[in-house]
Every structure is written in structure tokens, then in C-alpha cells.
């Protein structure tokens, strides 16, 4: 019986083995039996019938048969690709290339025919003139200067006089400019002259001390005047700009700016000081007729921009830096009566200044048959002026001056004066006009 057993235990592991073994086809025509142990998308590991195992790349395996299968399976492998659809898709593949190329293309030429147009549409060569006319402010910096300067006389001496003006700094005026401007394709240059005259009421008190010594607590007597009077001012200011444009455009042109820049000022006073007779028969009674004059160069440099918007409108504008140096002087002619005879007396300034500060220009402009157009304008211009050098002159009317001023008169406008008073050049109106253009 136990015979029978193992006899029976070996025919079903024969049979077994052989239900279940492999057979690999290789692309060769040879052909491997085994069991097949793993396969992956690249190899196949087998166990052959004498028991090593190995592994074959299934790039040489044309089939598996297994043992309990009718029919044989094919493995895995990665879709064959013929040369004619290798060759299809690659002319597929070059034909979209190409069409994108093509597509790409055609923007670029788009986009420079575009810009061809824009370049065509900023072209231009012309000269244009304009003339407006208007009103504003402007202040020079000597007048509050000037003040400044009596009240550290009286401070620092035991006779002199210091006043305070009721009048604004700034003064009032009426303004005209004249423009030319020339513009060829991305370069423009531009000339431009401002100028303001106004007049002004003179208002205030005048302190007057009479006596001697170092201060003004030993004055001998001391009284305080009204003023009143009148004066005449005027301002004139030349530019000479060029500009350049980096990227023409016919709707918004961009430009860098640099040029230069003049300034002159000039105002004529007459200043009336009344008052009583002193406790010391002095008469504080005295006429002064004051001329000031001040000139100013140096550079300017800037943006400018216009815009340019349906069709008839447009609107232009600058910033602009300006660097600026120059003298300026003033002359006081003073009449009076002490109690012995009639007297003429002498002051005067005269001082270099470094000024720096801004101009803000904005234009809107309408045009209204062909090349004539008019527009409305607001400018302003603020310059800060530092003391560089100075000295005040005082004479008597008889050609003699003052010693004892001579230190004060020197080093009293560099020292003292900056720390009181930080002086102002300033211009600003609002003008309309009209434009006229000769196109070339």
C-alpha cells in the first residue's frame, strides 16, 4: 500500500510539473521550457527545468506558451512603430513646427508693420510760435533780504533802523511769454521768454534809534515811523531747452529734457517814513528811493510730455531741475533832516547766491481750424537761494563811511544772515494763447 502512495505522489508532481511549465519562444526560433518566476515591461525571469533561474530581455522574446493553456500569450511590449507611421508622424510633427513658425512670423510682421505706422504717424517737421497772455506772482529775494539785514544792524549797533513791511513778499503781476518751438522727428528745441511787471502799495512800520554805542540800550532816543509808498517790479526769465524723444509715439511722446536758463529781476521803490520830532529834536522824517536788481544762469534739466487725445486735443507738460547762481545788489538812496542840516545817506548790497529748485510747466491745448490752436497754461517756479558771499556799504552822503561797521558789514551777511533768513526766487501764472504752426 505505502508502494502505491509514493507512486501515486510521483505520477501528480510529474504531472504537475509539466500542467505547469512554460515554453519562451525567442525571435531566433529557440524555444526554453521552464516556470516563469516575475516579468516586468523589460525582462522575464524564468527557472529552468535543471533549476538555475534566468532572466531574458523581452526585446528577444517573440511568445510565452504556458502549460495549461490552449493558446499562447503574447507578452507585454511596447507598441511597434512602423517606418511609415514613424515617417507620418515626423511630417505631421514638422508640418505644426512650421505652422507655428509660419503663425509667429506673421505677428512679428504685424507688429512691425504696426510699429512702421507709428514711426510714420510721429513723424514731424514743423515750427510752431505762440503767445499767451496772463497774470501771476513772482518775488525776488532781496526785499525780505534787506529787512533782515536792518534788523541785525540795530541789533548789533546803537543807532540804525529796522522796518517791517505790511506788503507781501510776492508780488502781483501781469505776464506775457513768446514761444518758439521746433521739432524734427524725435529732436525739438524750444525758446521761451517770460515776462512779469507788477506794482505794489507800501505798507509797515520803520524803528528808528539815534545815538551811539555797542547796543541798542544805549541808544539816547528812539521812535517808530509809519511807511507808505509805492514801487514797480519786473521779471523776465529765458529758456533755451533742447529734448529728445527715446521712443516715438503718436499718441504719447516721452521726452528727456536739458537747457538753459536766465533770470533777471528788477524793482525801483519809494519808500516814505513819517513820524513826530523826537523828546531829542531829531526829525525821523525821511524819503528813500531803492533799486534792486538780481541775475541768475546756470541749467535746467527735465521730462516733457504730450498727449495727444481725440484728435483735436492735447496736453503738454515739463518737470524740470534747475541749478542756478548769480549776484545781486541793492541801492538805497535816503533823504532826511537831522536837527542840524539836510542829509543823503547810501546803502548797499551785494551778494552772490547759489539757487536751486524746480519749474512746472502744464499746457492744454485745442486746436481749432488747420494749424491755429489755443491754449490755457500754469507754470510755477520756485527757486531757494543760499548765501554764498556778501557785503554791506554805508555812507554818509560826504564819502565817509563807518568804521565800526566795517566787521559787521563783512561777516554779518556770511555768518549771521543765513541763520535768519533763507531767501526765495519765485514765478507762477496761469496765461491763455494761441498757437500757430508752419508745417515743412
Not at 521552464?34 to 524564468?46: E, F, Y
Not at 521779471?235 to 504719447?252: D, E, I
Not at 534739466?301 to 534747475?322: A, D, P, T
Amino acid at each position: 500500500m505505502k508502494q502505491y502512495l509514493v507512486l501515486i505522489s510521483a505520477v501528480y508532481l510529474i504531472a504537475n510539473a509539466s500542467l505547469f511549465s512554460e515554453t519562451i519562444l525567442f525571435k531566433s526560433g529557440e524555444k526554453v521550457e521552464g516556470s516563469v518566476l516575475s516579468q516586468d515591461k523589460d525582462s522575464v525571469t524564468i527557472k529552468l527545468a535543471d533549476g538555475y533561474t534566468k532572466v531574458y530581455p523581452k526585446s528577444l522574446i517573440q511568445k510565452v506558451f504556458y502549460g495549461r493553456k490552449s493558446e499562447s500569450t503574447t507578452l507585454k511590449k511596447e507598441p511597434q512603430i512602423s517606418e511609415k507611421e514613424k515617417k507620418l508622424k515626423e511630417e505631421k510633427e514638422l508640418a505644426l513646427k512650421q505652422k507655428q513658425e509660419e503663425e509667429n512670423l506673421k505677428v512679428k510682421e504685424t507688429n512691425q508693420k504696426k510699429r512702421e505706422e507709428q514711426l510714420a504717424n510721429a513723424k514731424r517737421h514743423y515750427l510752431e510760435g505762440s503767445l499767451g497772455l496772463g497774470s501771476g506772482e513772482s518775488q525776488s529775494e532781496l526785499r525780505p533780504f534787506f529787512q533782515t539785514i536792518q534788523y541785525a544792524g540795530l541789533l548789533f549797533s546803537g543807532s540804525g533802523q529796522a522796518e517791517l513791511q505790511s506788503t507781501p513778499y510776492k508780488t502781483k503781476n501781469q505776464t506775457a511769454t513768446v514761444r518758439f518751438f521746433y521739432a524734427w522727428d524725435r529732436f525739438t528745441i524750444e525758446v521761451r521768454g517770460t515776462g512779469a511787471r507788477g506794482n505794489l502799495d507800501i505798507g509797515g512800520v520803520q524803528t528808528l534809534a539815534f545815538g551811539s554805542g555797542g547796543g541798542s540800550s544805549s541808544t539816547s532816543d528812539k521812535t517808530t515811523n509809519v511807511l507808505f509808498g509805492n514801487g514797480d517790479t519786473k521779471f523776465q526769465k529765458l529758456s533755451t531747452r533742447v529734448g529728445f524723444t527715446p521712443y516715438p509715439h503718436p499718441v504719447l511722446d516721452l521726452q528727456i529734457l536739458g537747457g538753459l536758463e536766465r533770470i533777471w529781476t528788477k524793482s525801483i521803490h519809494e519808500v516814505d517814513s513819517l513820524g513826530g520830532m523826537t523828546a531829542t529834536g531829531m526829525n525821523p522824517n525821511r524819503i528813500s528811493y531803492r533799486n534792486t536788481t538780481s541775475s541768475l544762469k546756470g541749467y535746467s534739466l527735465g521730462i516733457g510730455f504730450e498727449w495727444k487725445f481725440l484728435e483735436r486735443f492735447s496736453l503738454q507738460g515739463q518737470v524740470l531741475y534747475l541749478d542756478m547762481q548769480g549776484p545781486s545788489s541793492l541801492r538805497s538812496n535816503e533823504f532826511r533832516i537831522d536837527s542840524t542840516s539836510f542829509r543823503y545817506g547810501q546803502n548797499g548790497l551785494d551778494y552772490q547766491w547759489k539757487s536751486t529748485g524746480t519749474e512746472v510747466n502744464v499746457k492744454f491745448t485745442s486746436k481749432i481750424k488747420d494749424d491755429f490752436s489755443v491754449f490755457v497754461e500754469a507754470s510755477n517756479m520756485t527757486l531757494n537761494n543760499k548765501l554764498q558771499s556778501g557785503y554791506i556799504t554805508e555812507n554818509d552822503g560826504r564819502g565817509n563811511s563807518d568804521p565800526s561797521q566795517i566787521l559787521l558789514s563783512f561777516y554779518g551777511p556770511k555768518i549771521l544772515i543765513p541763520m535768519l533768513y533763507d531767501s526765495k526766487t519765485s514765478l507762477s501764472y496761469i496765461q491763455v494763447g494761441a498757437n500757430y504752426r508752419f508745417n515743412f
